[in-house]
């Protein structure tokens, strides 16, 4: 099995900063991109920021600027530095990561079970 837990959501004004937290955990052979992703009540859920194993990053364009992504392949962990933060980045925000399991010959998609972000006006 594999899990991804996220942490580091909650209520911040508008301009203030958060850091987001996903560790993978499981039978873990290798993981390749990972994400980050939000959803909005009646919302779609869409793409926040991506990352690669050797480190290619890609925003969406609403946070370029904004959000940074990074991961520490060492702790299998994924972070979501987020600044400026505006109320319309108001949504749960989701952790992706394409995983090899122990025995298993494709990688799969994991998503963590969401973080809720709040920024109030």
């Known amino acids: 099995q594999v899990q991804l837990v996220e942490s580091g959501g909650g209520l911040v004004q508008a301009g203030g900063s958060l850091r987001l937290s996903c560790t993978a955990s499981?039978?873990?052979?290798?993981?390749?991109?990972m994400g980050w992703y939000r959803q909005a009540p009646g919302k779609q859920r869409e793409l926040v920021a991506g990352?690669?194993?050797?480190?290619?990053?890609n925003y969406a364009d609403f946070v370029k600027g904004r959000f940074t992504i990074s991961r520490d392949n060492a702790k299998n962990t994924v972070y979501l530095q987020m600044n400026s933060l505006k109320p319309d980045d108001t949504a749960v925000y989701y952790c992706?990561?394409?995983?090899?399991?122990?025995?298993?010959?494709?990688?799969?998609?994991?998503w963590g079970q969401g973080t809720q972000v709040t920024v109030s006006s």
């Open positions: 992706n990561a394409r995983i090899k399991r122990v025995a298993v010959f494709w990688t799969s998609p994991y």
């Open positions: 499981g039978s873990i052979v290798s993981i390749d991109d």
């Open positions: 990352i690669s194993t050797d480190g290619i990053t």
